[in-house]
């Protein structure tokens, strides 16, 4: 591509005698005031103006952005890389694969289907907690962990031989997002370009929504599915309208009992409520720099919880300290601070920049929190916790007797008994002082839930279990693991612990999930380790584990008590994720939480439960402990932190990243320019998109005749849709494997099985906890199949089958938020390959609505202030779609007419806005999909 340079702004920056090519931003009037992010951007399209897809008119469009404007123009964005996780990659490189063959079927060169910006992987999600609780835990997941996925591993370290600029990250070494904060990440990026060296920002999408930690860095990039990465890494840019950008200031510091955990969950509360969805946030004021690096990069992390595109912080000294302590080298320092200074990238308070709205948070007016049960914007102050379970319970557990006895007493007057001596074998292995006590749930707790389960679990220690006992609390997921204030002030918080006497419950499943291995060096040099074992609290692996439903098995004893009186138990973990039927199948009610938090809430043992009035146990003098007994000094742990990390640690361990272990070494890896599929697969399968495709796109078509596969609700999320976590035997994933000789301790989750489609369609919609409204009171999978008499249940895939042997087309009804949370591909491949035409729903998340066209799915928005209930549509009727031939002339209509016409004969018509928002996404669904165009473009030029 030919940079036009309409504005003269290319030029040389000298940096230590090195020279580097530049496109300035002050060669364009109005760059000076905006935002940091949009000043990203605007260097983007200069170094990308080509005359056609970028024009001048696009840079001066941003360079005098209104902020007060609502977004109506369309730019071009050009990530300088793309980075991507196993689940959501996999399907990538199998997409790239499948795409190979593609080109060479329709006559052109198959290695032409590269990378053209650098991409990375990460393996990071695969890891299950199959085992805890011992010292040989993080051994023996790894080995569980190539035994299931060594297939999808040979099929990556192929795409690592195969591919051009693709490197992948192997297993073991962390979770994606700070191994790119400590590692990848480039802050400026370098780059040959004929001939001559240029330096740019650093930028990029990710197939993981948590992509924005990066932000923290000074480093503007998002979450993207799994279809959009792929055409970003095959040189297309990302269209999108200039954002309204959210100024974000913040003021003070965080108080002494607080965390930078309790901080985000402060600010996505905020957030969230104000309304920030599609937009940049961006913090600035004179407390930005006082806000270390970790924090940042946590606060920068939940921006998809908070519903931003992005959740930006500028460059600054603190950012060169990070970069500094990360082990990158005094050249790329000396870059990234010349650079950043040269462009007005660099922090400058003084500097009165433009925001579209503005809001503030004095940090010192945060309290300690946690969130939940199922959503990460729902802030409960600590305080409250126990008051604000028992009122959540009521949704969870019916007032009345269940089958078994069971019962919730509305009145919570009663108290359980006291326990004595809370000593026992933990269930994964560390020995306490008896083998054998009775312990209620509940321990210390007042009020009284229901009637107490009792069991003797797999290691033949008895309690009793209730509602609201935390059966998993887990340290987990990059939103904290990398943040190492958090980190140690839960070890110190065990260490305290520990010396009071005090032990984790029986009943809980207790686990740390370092995000890199730089995590466990400096856990080990702080002497620290040894407290949170006694606790339970042993390494498990390294990656995103529970967040993501790795949280493996519960104890089989636990979870058939659970299961046989409908105990609605609870997860605590300090992830970023706690959607319903994420964590864990067995438990219903999960809370976010400090590493700390996590920590205490495994010593409490139930959600049911004071920390302010209620003893987590007795000391050696009988004298009762509460958690301010043990809660760490914030002075202490800052002491922890600067005796026992330094910038050895993270040369040492990011040294050989790439290399992996013996096992890594040992796989036999498939050579080639195109993959062999082995048919037998049930992990790596080559899918259907580009079978009988024309070298010219078939014109789209109306939609007529279409039967409604779900009628959702509002806060649908992608892990609703996305199948997630592991499946049982019955299902039609679970038939699948059984059929083609995979036993059910095999099935591994669904995952790690992304690569393969037959199971993913089966998983799609397919959540235990998503809800039919075309059914009454039904959980799970399920649907009316029309093309039955009467209608009858069926499993959701089981309907899709019959539906498209018949020619039905598919549409889903959907209420607000609809694909919010993770940027997972499949949640629109799924419900493509399940024969959906369209989705109709109040509102949409950003990145799944954009994913649906890539998948050629037309979404649809109802009138404004209309929704399926104010239509009075029930799910049953037929409906037809009309207009959709206008795109066939170039233009995208902004609406189209829906018509329902109910069993009856009775008919309902609207017009519906058509959420096709800008024309390289008409561009798409013209062709069937992104990856049909890019396909088409790479075949034209071959």
Not at 88 to 116: Q, S
Not at 443 to 457: D, E, F, L, M, Y
Not at 626 to 648: K, T
Not at 663 to 672: I, M, S, V, Y
Request: glycine content about 10%.
């Amino acid at each position: 591509m030919t940079n036009v340079d309409s504005f003269g702004s290319k030029g040389v920056l000298n940096v230590a005698g090195t020279d580097y090519e530049i496109f300035r931003l002050n060669s364009v009037e109005g760059a000076k005031s905006l935002p940091f992010s949009l000043k990203v951007l605007l260097e983007n399209m200069l170094r990308t103006e080509d005359g056609a897809n970028i024009t001048a008119d696009h840079v001066r469009a941003l360079a005098e952005w209104d902020p007060t404007a609502e977004p109506n123009t369309e730019i071009q964005f050009t990530p300088a890389r793309v980075i991507m996780q196993d689940f959501t990659g996999v399907p990538c490189i199998v997409d790239l694969a499948t795409m190979r063959e593609a080109v060479k079927e329709l006559g052109g060169d198959p290695t032409r289907v590269n990378p053209l910006a650098p991409a990375e992987m990460v393996i990071d999600h695969s890891v299950q907690i199959d085992v805890f609780g011992n010292s040989n835990a993080v051994e023996r997941n790894m080995e569980i962990e190539y035994q299931r996925n060594g297939e999808r591993y040979q099929f990556l370290r192929w795409g690592q031989t195969a591919f051009e600029d693709f490197k992948v990250v192997p297993p073991g070494m962390g979770i994606v997002h700070q191994v790119n904060i400590e590692y990848l990440a480039r802050t400026v990026m370098t780059r040959e370009v004929d001939g001559v060296l240029r330096a740019y920002p650093d930028t990029l999408v990710g197939t993981d929504s948590h992509t924005t930690m990066v932000n923290g860095l000074g480093v503007l990039g998002w979450g993207v599915g799994g279809i959009e990465a792929e055409a970003a890494m095959l040189g297309q840019p990302v269209s999108m309208l200039i954002p309204r950008v959210v100024g974000f200031k913040l003021t003070g510091s965080i108080p002494a009992g607080a965390t930078a955990t309790d901080v985000v969950l402060t600010i996505t509360e905020q957030l969230r409520k104000h309304g920030v969805v599609g937009k940049f946030v961006e913090f600035y004021g004179e407390g930005v720099s006082a806000v270390p690096l970790a924090n940042r990069a946590t606060i920068g992390n939940m921006s998809p919880e908070f519903g931003s595109t992005a959740a930006m912080f500028p460059i600054d000294s603190v950012t060169v300290d990070y970069l500094r302590l990360t082990g990158r080298s005094e050249e790329q320092l000396a870059l990234v601070e010349a650079y950043a200074k040269e462009q007005g990238l660099w922090h400058d308070p003084s500097v009165e920049i433009k925001f579209s709205e503005y809001l503030e948070l004095d940090l010192s007016t945060v309290v300690p929190s946690i969130s939940g049960p199922k959503r990460p914007q729902d802030r409960i102050e600590l305080t409250n916790s126990k008051e604000q379970f028992r009122s959540d319970l009521l949704n969870y557990v019916s007032a009345d007797a269940n089958a078994d006895g069971n019962t919730v007493d509305e009145s919570l007057e009663e108290s359980f008994p006291a326990s004595d001596a809370p000593s026992f074998t933990h269930p994964g292995g560390h020995t306490h002082d008896t083998e054998r006590v009775v312990v209620s749930a509940a321990n210390g707790a007042q009020g009284r839930t229901s009637n107490p389960i009792h069991v003797k679990n797999e290691s033949g220690v008895e309690f009793e279990l209730d509602h609201g006992a935390v059966s998993i609390a887990s340290i987990t997921s990059c939103t904290n693991t990398s943040n190492p204030s958090v980190m140690l002030a839960a070890a110190v918080l065990a260490r305290n612990a520990v010396n009071k006497g005090l032990l984790s419950k029986p009943w809980v499943k207790t686990s740390v999930a370092p995000g890199s291995k730089v995590v466990t060096d400096y856990y080990e040099k702080s002497g620290l380790v040894p407290f949170l074992e006694k606790l339970g609290f042993y390494t498990v692996g390294y990656g995103c584990a529970t967040c993501i439903g790795n949280s493996g098995p519960l104890d089989t004893e636990v979870s058939a008590a659970i299961a046989e009186n409908d105990l609605s138990v609870t997860a605590v973990l300090s992830g970023n994720r706690n959607f319903e039927g994420r964590i864990n199948p067995d438990v219903k009610m999960n809370y976010l939480a400090s590493p700390p938090l996590v920590i205490a809430y495994a010593l409490a043992g139930s959600m049911d439960f004071d920390f302010d009035n209620d003893a987590l146990g007795q000391d050696a003098d009988g004298n009762d402990v509460f958690l301010a007994d043990i809660w760490p000094n914030p002075v202490e742990v800052q002491e922890v932190m600067d005796a026992s990390i330094d910038r050895e640690m993270f040369t040492n361990s990011y040294a050989t990243i790439f290399d992996g272990d013996d096992r890594w070494k040992a796989l036999e890896t498939p050579e080639g320019n195109t993959f062999e599929w082995d048919p037998k697969s049930t992990y790596v399968r080559k899918p259907p998109y580009f079978e009988g495709m024309k070298a010219e796109a078939d014109p789209v078509s109306d939609i007529a005749g279409a039967r409604v596969l779900l009628k959702l609700g509002d806060s649908v999320t992608t892990d609703h849709i996305s199948p997630a976590g592991s499946f049982k035997s019955e299902t039609p994933a679970g038939q699948y494997l059984l059929a083609n000789g995979v036993e059910r301790k095999d099935f591994n989750s669904y995952g790690s099985r992304r690569g393969n489609h037959e199971v993913m369609i089966r998983g799609t919609f397919a959540n235990i906890r998503i809800r039919n409204q075309i059914l009454d009171n039904v959980e799970g999978g399920f649907t009316r199949d029309f093309t039955q008499a009467g209608g009858p249940q069926a499993y959701i895939y089981d309907a899709s089958v019959n539906y498209q042997a018949a020619g039905t087309p598919l549409v889903v009804l959907a209420g607000k938020e609809y694909g919010s949370g993770s940027s997972r591909d499949w949640a629109a491949k799924g419900t493509a390959l399940l024969g959906v035409k369209a989705v109709v729903a109040e509102s949409y998340e950003r990145i799944h609505r954009s994913n649906l066209i890539g998948m050629g799915v037309l979404p649809l928005q109802y009138p404004a202030g209309a929704n399926a209930a104010s239509l009075g549509l029930t799910g049953t009727e037929t409906f037809s779609v009309e207009g959709v031939t206008e795109l066939n002339n170039g233009t995208t209509p902004k609406t189209l007419k829906v018509t329902a016409v109910a069993e009856d004969g009775t008919t309902v018509s609207f017009d519906a806005d058509l959420r096709i928002d800008t024309p390289g996404e008409a561009d798409y669904y013209r062709n069937g999909g992104i990856l049909q165009y890019v396909l088409r473009q790479i075949s034209a030029k071959a």
